[in-house]
């Protein structure tokens, strides 16, 4: 068991609380607000708690490089706002005038640091950089489940020099995971989706131990029609999977798990939406066309009786190509059957989130991680590198 916030002693202490404020922004203002709504539950218990609030984030991909339209704050007015309190944003997230500025704070006054990603030392997970980091604060909390699966300085680095625990959204997140990966009803269904089997290859191997139904779907499944024998045209493959993918069926079928391929597809003669499009029996995919969507209609019934059926069910990655319209059909109606489903159901983040959120049933579902690649590693039965570094309860 991990530390919480329950078991440290707050009051006039400065805490440094890793945070995934990684928001888009557009014209300087911040898109789409669901991951600092995530985290304040955690900021408002340290500000109840009386706690000096020190927040850090990474925000985009500056190449460790000050990157004027990713400093952070536009985040810190849209944080003031959903507080109703001030947020105080610093220039830097490291140095002596920093140190002052966090001295001075006042109990429960919060102060937002400038983007973590704006040093190299952030990503090599630098030991100068976490002491410097560290330096700022008495104690660190961990509330970024979003970066969990990297071992950053901001997330590992400075679990070295501080007192470490989890924040309520990260404790909520290992909860929900690890629940269903530990104790799950049955029947138990996973369904994996997106691109590459590369991608998921480690996933397959661990859900194959622990689900009754595997649905296959998204690019990932292209591959595994490969390996049946199937003609996929120019569908997205990696050709030098084909064998693993038959090892895994194969794997699959010894311990009496089913591995559930689409029985139709929706395909197109370009990737593109204005693309001429129909749908086909896997059987029957041309030469010079590509699977887009895994959700024709017949798959699509037969997706929903297995999840019908279903008492727990586990979703990472879109049935097809989700980000254009003409192939997002399959997605959203699986969306759209899960909601109506009595199955306790944990959706990976990413885009099955951004897909469940588009769909109107995100209220439906028992928990949307927000999280994809930290989830996909809890998938994956691997241990995350920022819940490692955590400390554990005496």
């Known amino acids: 068991m991990k530390k919480t916030l329950k078991d440290m002693d707050f009051k006039g202490k400065k805490v440094l609380v890793r945070v995934d404020f ?36 990474h925000l985009g991909r500056p190449g460790g490089e000050v990157k004027s339209d990713l400093k952070m704050d536009p985040v810190a007015k849209a944080l003031a706002n959903l507080l109703n309190k001030e947020v105080k944003k610093a220039d830097d997230c490291i140095g002596d005038e920093l140190k002052k500025a966090a001295n001075n704070l006042e ?82 269904v996973a369904i994996m989706g997106g691109a590459k089997v590369s991608d998921k290859i480690d996933v397959i191997k661990n859900l194959i131990n622990k689900v009754d139904k595997l649905i296959v779907a998204g690019g990932i499944a292209n591959t595994f029609l490969l390996a049946k024998g199937y003609e996929v045209g120019d569908s997205l493959v990696e ?107 944990v959706i990976g983040g990413g885009d099955s989130a951004a897909a469940i959120n588009e769909a109107g049933v995100a209220e439906k579902m028992s928990h949307i991680s927000t999280g994809g690649g930290a989830s996909l590693m809890f998938f994956e039965g691997k241990e995350l590198p920022g819940v490692a570094a955590l400390d554990d309860v005496e």
């Open 239 to 345: 050709a030098d999977k084909v064998e693993l993918a038959k090892e895994l069926m194969a794997e699959a079928e010894e311990k009496g798990v089913e591995i559930v391929l689409p029985i139709d597809v929706v395909i197109a003669d370009d990737f593109s939406n204005d693309a001429n499009t129909k749908t086909v029996s896997v059987e029957k995919v041309p030469a010079g066309w590509q699977i887009l969507d895994c959700g024709g209609p017949q798959s699509l019934e037969n997706y929903k009786e297995i999840i019908k059926t279903a008492k727990t069910v586990i979703w990472n990655g879109p049935l097809g190509v989700f980000e254009m319209e003409k192939f997002a059909h399959g997605t959203v109606e699986l969306a759209k059957a899960l909601a109506e489903s009595d199955a306790h159901s």
């Open 107 to 188: 109990n429960g006054e919060v102060l937002l640091l400038e983007n973590s990603r704006f040093y190299a030392g952030e990503k090599k997970n630098d030991p100068e950089f976490a002491k410097k980091l560290a330096s700022l604060a008495d104690l660190y909390v961990n509330d970024a489940f979003g970066a969990a699966h990297r071992a950053h300085a901001t997330t590992v680095g400075v679990t070295e020099y501080l007192p470490a625990a989890a924040g309520f959204l990260m404790q909520r997140e290992l909860n929900a995971l690890g629940e269903v990966m530990e104790n799950p009803a049955s029947p138990f």
């Open 22 to 57: 990684n928001v888009p922004l557009k014209d300087g203002v911040v898109g789409d607000k669901t991951r600092i709504k995530a985290a304040l539950p955690t900021i408002e218990y340290l500000i109840k708690e009386e706690a000096k609030v020190l927040l850090i984030s």
